[in-house]
């Protein structure tokens, strides 16, 4: 144990002992704790080659991006659903202020017949309308062979 002896005032001298254990404990938990994530983060380092900072040459094409990586969105909106599919627009109106939900499968199995390897979506729905439409959209695009949905926000481009 440290000891301080503190001259004091007046006759008696006054002597404290500073309990250091404790300190040394907390330090050397933090030190293997550090250890520890260090190791770990580099462990979960991506590697990437240095192929990506290397010159391209000009007799390598340049490869379109497949049919599959064209964005789809479904919209979900108070007068009904708006189905984008690359740039073009397809609106599923509802009917009797119902969602149109047989319309919309329909049309999703139209757009997965031309894109018959796309398998991924997106659908957005507003805040204001019910939970329950996110779910019946997702439905739709689960039975037309899109399996890999994501949700956004409203008015995600």
Same mark, same amino acid.
């Given at each position: 144990?440290?000891?301080?002896?503190?001259?004091?005032?007046?006759?008696? =001298?006054?002597?404290?002992?500073?309990?250091?254990?404790?300190?040394?404990? &907390?330090?050397?938990?933090?030190?293997?704790?550090?250890? &520890?994530?260090?190791?770990?983060?580099?462990?979960?380092?991506?590697?990437?080659?240095?192929?990506?900072?290397?010159?391209?040459?000009? =007799? /390598?094409?340049? =490869?379109?991006?497949?049919?599959? /990586?064209?964005?789809?969105?479904?919209?979900?909106?108070?007068?009904? +659903?708006?189905? *984008?599919?690359?740039?073009?627009?397809?609106? *599923?109106?509802?009917?009797?202020?119902? +969602?149109?939900?047989?319309?919309?499968? /329909?049309?999703?199995?139209?757009?997965? /017949?031309? +894109?018959?390897?796309?398998?991924?979506? *997106?659908?957005?729905?507003?805040?204001?309308?019910? +939970?329950?439409?996110?779910?019946?959209?997702?439905?739709?695009?689960?039975?037309?062979?899109?399996?890999?949905?994501?949700? =956004?926000?409203?008015?995600?481009?």
């Amino acid at each position: 144990m440290a000891h301080i002896d503190d001259g004091g005032s007046g006759n008696r =001298a006054a002597s404290v002992d500073l309990n250091l254990v404790p300190f040394i404990d &907390l330090m050397s938990v933090m030190i293997i704790f550090l250890l &520890l994530t260090a190791v770990w983060t580099q462990v979960s380092m991506i590697q990437i080659g240095s192929s990506i900072y290397g010159k391209k040459t000009s =007799a /390598e094409p340049v =490869a379109p991006p497949p049919r599959a /990586e064209i964005p789809f969105r479904l919209d979900v909106q108070t007068n009904g +659903y708006q189905v *984008v599919i690359g740039q073009r627009r397809f609106q *599923v109106p509802k009917v009797d202020d119902q +969602y149109d939900q047989k319309t919309l499968i /329909e049309k999703l199995k139209q757009i997965k /017949e031309i +894109y018959p390897e796309k398998e991924d979506a *997106v659908i957005t729905v507003l805040d204001e309308l019910p +939970y329950d439409s996110l779910i019946v959209g997702m439905d739709a695009l689960l039975n037309s062979g899109f399996p890999m949905i994501s949700v =956004a926000t409203q008015g995600a481009e």
